[in-house]
């Protein structure tokens, strides 16, 4: 029996990348692992929200995931996993490969990044001196004001 690991975080977007394996497994028996990775919260979170309530957040985000994801598998529910992962996903690959007696396919399932998507900035032919908006002003305006308690 194959298995193949999944990190997943966003349904629609897995569906998409998912849809040739899903038609495959029609003909070929495969043990499916659904590894739910929720979004970072920033460690400044932690300031208004407590640890178990921000792990109870993360397992209600994991199960609404995939009940999005499983009725678009079509597969008994006996040949389906489904992990929240809570650490490194290369951690969590090891432990996953080394739970299964043959190798796992591993596909990465994730929405990719907009930020890295981003063309970069245009760079503006040079023109000179060109400074920030803002620094040389403040930087006048300041010392101003020194010389201007400075005398009084």
């Known amino acids: 029996m194959d298995r193949v690991i999944v990190y997943v975080d966003d349904a629609v977007y897995a569906q998409q990348v998912l ?10 028996r495969t043990q499916w692992v659904l590894v739910a990775c929720a979004p970072r919260m920033t460690h400044r979170i932690s300031k208004w929200v407590s640890h178990s309530a921000r ?10 995931l995939f009940a999005q994801i499983l009725p678009v598998l079509r597969v008994p529910t006996d040949r389906v996993t489904t992990v929240l ?12 490969q080394a739970a299964g007696a ?35 002003g403040s930087l006048l305006t300041g010392c101003g ?4 308690l400075a005398f009084e």
Not at 21 to 26: I, Q
Not at 55 to 64: G, L, V
């Open 55 to 64: 792990e109870n957040w993360r397992a209600k985000w994991a199960d609404k």
């Open 102 to 136: 043959s190798a796992a396919q591993v596909i990465d399932a994730r929405r990719p990044k907009t930020d890295m998507a981003q063309e970069p900035a245009p760079v503006r032919p040079d023109k000179g001196w060109s400074p920030m908006p803002g620094t040389l």
């Open 145 to 148: 004001a020194l010389w201007m």
């Open 85 to 96: 992962a809570k650490g490194p996903l290369a951690e969590l690959t090891d432990q996953l």
């Open 19 to 28: 849809a040739p394996l899903f038609a495959r497994d029609a003909a070929a």
